[in-house]
């Protein structure tokens, strides 16, 4: 039985990457790649992605300048159409994984419950 769990979790592996939705997230993301516009605008993005998290995890709030940085990038990268599609399509696969998150981890939930 304690072998079937991770072939099921395997069979799932490969069932998300299967999705229309995964495929369309990692064409967009080729695409971002090869375009030096957006793809210097995602590494910005995911930098200050992981500065704010970094922050958020020791407590502290973002400056009014980093808050200012933050909405000047947003407002660059709705611009961009790779980006703007790029996150859109991580949105839609974005479902699933809550939902699976969800129907996964409910008996551990109902454990502390």
Do not use: H
């Amino acid at each position: 039985m304690s072998q079937e769990i991770y072939d099921n979790a395997n069979k799932l592996e490969r069932a998300l990457r299967a999705l229309p939705e995964y495929q369309k997230v990692l064409e967009v993301k080729e695409a971002i790649k090869i375009d030096p516009t957006a793809s210097q605008l995602f590494d910005e993005f995911i930098a200050m992605q992981e500065k704010i998290q970094g922050m958020m995890q020791t407590g502290q709030m973002p400056t009014a300048e980093e808050q200012s940085t933050i909405q000047d990038l947003s407002q660059k990268m709705e611009a961009n159409d790779q980006l703007k599609t790029y996150f859109e399509a991580q949105q839609a696969l974005s479902i699933y994984v809550s939902d699976i998150e969800r129907i996964v981890f409910a008996p551990l939930k109902d454990l502390v419950n």
